[in-house]
């Protein structure tokens, strides 16, 4: 494989028509679709010097011909503070991506296993980073400083106090099927491996100290200890 100076710049474009709506001066709501596409997409393409037969007449360069897009949708529910100390936000994306190649280098990987690299894959497959479902959700609540009155379950809480979490689920990585031998017994990356997810969070407190206001931090990540798939 050589490169190829010449190569243009991938190009994303993407469109999303969407609405929203306040329930409460506090809660809110919106759906969007989103559909993008990444032009430009590189690709190596074999050359073969049928005029010079030597070890080298036959190489790959990469060429810009392949494509990927992606389309979705998202749903978000928003609560912000309003005079309250708690607000939080969760939003759902469902989207698919998919293209013409998911390696640049699949032509080269083609010839290496024994095929014929001058055959190209006319359908669109998934692509690698493809993982169709994802959940966010985080919650923030905060004692405001001069905030004596904060008793959540009862329990009196300090001022200027701040909690924070963070919480990530999603389609685990995409692969592709296998049989016992390593044969493919499905289409390239169309399934998903077991759900990741995290959840971190954050407790700050500050306090006053020679005129000056501090601040102490606690952060924890994966406080579930979650053991997420790579291979």
């Not at 596409?37 to 005029?51: F, N, Q």
Request: proline share 4%; hydrophobic share 35%; no cysteine.
């Amino acid at each position: 494989r050589i490169g190829n100076p010449n190569l243009n710049p991938e190009i994303s474009v993407q469109y999303e028509l969407g609405a929203g709506h306040t329930f409460h001066r506090d809660m809110a709501f919106k759906v969007s679709m989103f559909y993008k596409d990444i032009y430009d997409y590189p690709t190596s393409a074999t050359i073969t010097l049928g005029e010079h037969l030597t070890t080298r007449s036959s190489y790959f360069v990469y060429f810009n011909r392949d494509y990927a897009r992606a389309r979705g949708i998202e749903l978000e529910l928003k609560k912000n503070k309003a005079g309250s100390r708690t607000s939080w936000n969760a939003s759902y994306t469902y989207a698919l991506v998919k293209g013409k190649s998911s390696d640049p280098n699949n032509l080269a990987l083609v010839r290496a296993t024994g095929g014929d690299a001058r055959e190209t894959n006319l359908d669109e497959e998934y692509m690698w980073w493809n993982r169709p479902h994802k959940l966010t959700i985080w919650w923030d609540y905060k004692v405001s400083r001069g905030d004596r009155t904060a008793r959540p379950a009862g329990v009196r809480l300090p001022a200027d106090l701040a909690v924070n979490l963070y919480w990530l689920i999603m389609s685990g990585r995409a692969y592709t099927p296998q049989n016992v031998y390593g044969q493919d017994t499905g289409p390239a990356y169309s399934r998903t491996g077991p759900i990741e997810t995290t959840l971190n969070g954050t407790i700050r407190q500050g306090f006053r100290f020679a005129g000056h206001r501090w601040e102490v931090t606690l952060q924890g990540w994966n406080l579930t200890n979650h053991r997420t798939v790579l291979t």
